[in-house]
């Protein structure tokens, strides 16, 4: 995804926003195999997220081990000059909301 991410970003000169969430919605889970965790859970993954997400986008090459996620040596590199035109270079260009009080709490840790 943070590829596909980098690269509308690029094409588009910068108006593509990438729009992430904890998920809601059980029927999508069952489609796509994933369990339904418990709220908490869902959060916690959607922060590993985050962070796995920005340190990709300020073109860093991402060795991660989590609860949700284990990755080994990921980066955006396969497009030469993609990272420079990404969206979340920075924290300015980075926009986070939630309405539950994990959600927000995430978004506060992250904006």
Same mark, same amino acid.
């Given at each position: 995804?943070?590829?596909?991410? #980098?690269?509308?970003?690029?094409?588009?000169?910068?108006?593509?926003?990438?729009?992430?969430?904890?998920?809601?919605?059980?029927?999508?889970? /069952?489609? #796509?195999?994933?369990a339904f965790d418990r709220p908490g859970r869902r959060i916690d993954r959607l922060e590993e997220t985050l962070d796995i997400l920005t340190r990709l986008f300020r073109g860093e090459?991402?060795?991660?081990?989590?609860?949700?996620?284990?990755? &080994?040596?990921? &980066?955006?590199?396969?497009?030469?000059?993609?990272?420079?035109?990404? /969206?979340?270079?920075?924290? &300015?260009?980075?926009?986070?909301?939630?309405? #539950?009080?994990? /959600?927000?709490?995430? /978004?506060?840790?992250?904006?």
């Amino acid at each position: 995804m943070a590829h596909e991410a #980098a690269t509308l970003h690029a094409i588009s000169g910068g108006r593509f926003e990438l729009g992430l969430g904890a998920g809601w919605y059980q029927p999508e889970y /069952a489609a #796509a195999g994933i369990a339904f965790d418990r709220p908490g859970r869902r959060i916690d993954r959607l922060e590993e997220t985050l962070d796995i997400l920005t340190r990709l986008f300020r073109g860093e090459t991402v060795q991660h081990t989590g609860s949700a996620y284990t990755i &080994d040596g990921l &980066d955006l590199s396969v497009v030469p000059g993609l990272v420079a035109h990404t /969206a979340a270079t920075d924290r &300015d260009d980075m926009s986070l909301r939630g309405r #539950a009080r994990n /959600a927000v709490r995430v /978004a506060v840790g992250h904006g």
